[in-house]
């Protein structure tokens, strides 16, 4: 399942939660393909408290709470870490994740708490939904196998990697846009693991995170960054990125395409792809006044590539970003009636 189209199922879990028709939800992946913050980001949308819970890290009596007599009976001290409406909220989502790493002792400690929403005692509060993640056994990660009872407590979705989803995600948290240009240069890239293999660094979105950091802290021309950027992902993409850096020193002037000049287009595809990836991240900054003037020099522009795909792509990204109203502007109906064809 596509990152947008998983966020999209969990926000409609938790909305359902208030109607009492919420199911558990697992979802299944590689590394560093952003599980966890798909979750966060529904959380964040909702604008409800998420409590992250890693499994792997705790022992039974971790979840169960710490027995004491109380009388001529014993209870249970509820952990302060499960969600208390006192606390947290009415509403909420209860994450637990690498729940496929935990010990089976931990991992039957939390039938109950999927399934009937409580522990002994416990109760989940009404609110708050269930949302689950694990790495794949497949993945070379800690992991024993669900056990049947818990798996079938829960809902499951995989989730798969998408460079679309990505490339949006990507613009609209401000990643460096020379990146952006280089995985839509190079699409594999994006993530690219063999477990058999047992790399240490490798190309995931997670990790091309970190390469953006990478060249927020370092110049190009620092022998530093490509020691930096082969600990994000490994030595092979690091060499790739590097020569496609090198190669933006003959990027045209991306202002004066914004000002609306007459520029050529680059011949080279990687700097084709360079320059889609700027005219877009500029879009995306465009104060709200000059937004039609300047979408609408981004999208004359577009038509002026010898590669029709190239302006599609240009102009697909444009709409994911900063919306459907470019395609009321009158230099996209120019544009449709040339290239057009291709998107039907």
């Given amino acids: 399942m596509r990152p947008v189209s998983l966020a999209r199922m969990?926000?409609?879990?938790?909305?359902?939660?208030?109607?009492?028709?919420?199911?558990?939800?697992m979802i299944w992946g590689p590394p560093g393909v952003g599980k966890s913050q798909i979750v966060a980001q529904v959380a964040r949308a909702a604008a409800v408290p998420m409590i992250d819970i890693r499994l792997s890290q705790l022992e039974p009596s971790d979840l169960r709470g710490i027995p004491f007599r109380s009388g001529e009976h014993v209870v249970w001290a509820v952990p302060a870490?499960?969600?208390?409406?006192?606390?947290?909220g009415e509403r909420g989502i209860l994450f637990l994740d690498e729940i496929n790493a935990a010990p089976p002792t931990v991992s039957a400690a939390a039938y109950q708490l999927v399934l009937d929403r409580r522990l002994g005692e416990y109760q989940v509060p009404a609110g708050w939904a269930i949302f689950a993640a694990g790495n794949r056994q497949g993945d070379r990660g800690v992991t024993f196998t669900m056990p049947a009872p818990l798996a079938n407590r829960f809902s499951h979705y995989e989730l798969d990697v998408n460079l679309d989803d990505w490339v949006a995600w990507a613009y609209h948290n401000a990643v460096d846009q020379r990146l952006i240009a280089f995985l839509r240069f190079r699409p594999e890239l994006l993530f690219s693991y063999d477990p058999g293999s047992d790399p240490v660094a490798f190309p995931t979105p997670r990790s091309w995170e970190f390469v953006h950091r990478c060249l927020r802290k370092f110049s190009v021309d620092d022998p530093l960054l490509g020691e930096a950027v082969q600990a994000c992902v490994g030595a092979a993409a690091a060499a790739e990125l590097l020569a496609f850096l090198a190669c933006l020193e003959r990027l045209p002037d991306?202002?004066?395409?914004?000002?609306?000049?007459n520029v050529a287009v680059p011949q080279e595809i990687d700097l084709q792809y360079a320059v889609a990836s700027a005219l877009v991240a500029r879009a995306v900054a465009a104060p709200a006044a000059d937004?039609?003037?300047?979408?609408?020099?981004?999208?004359?522009?577009?038509?002026?590539?010898?590669?029709?795909?190239?302006?599609?792509?240009?102009?697909?990204?444009?709409?994911?970003?900063v919306g459907e109203q470019i395609y009321g502007l009158p230099q996209f109906t120019v544009w449709a009636k040339d290239v057009g064809r291709i998107l039907l």
């Fill in 10 to 25: 969990l926000s409609q879990e938790f909305a359902s939660v208030a109607s009492g028709a919420h199911t558990p939800a």
């Fill in 81 to 88: 870490m499960l969600p208390d409406a006192a606390r947290q």
């Fill in 254 to 261: 991306i202002d004066a395409i914004v000002r609306g000049e």
């Fill in 291 to 321: 937004a039609a003037r300047i979408h609408g020099h981004i999208l004359n522009y577009a038509g002026r590539f010898p590669q029709r795909e190239m302006a599609v792509m240009l102009v697909h990204d444009l709409a994911k970003t």
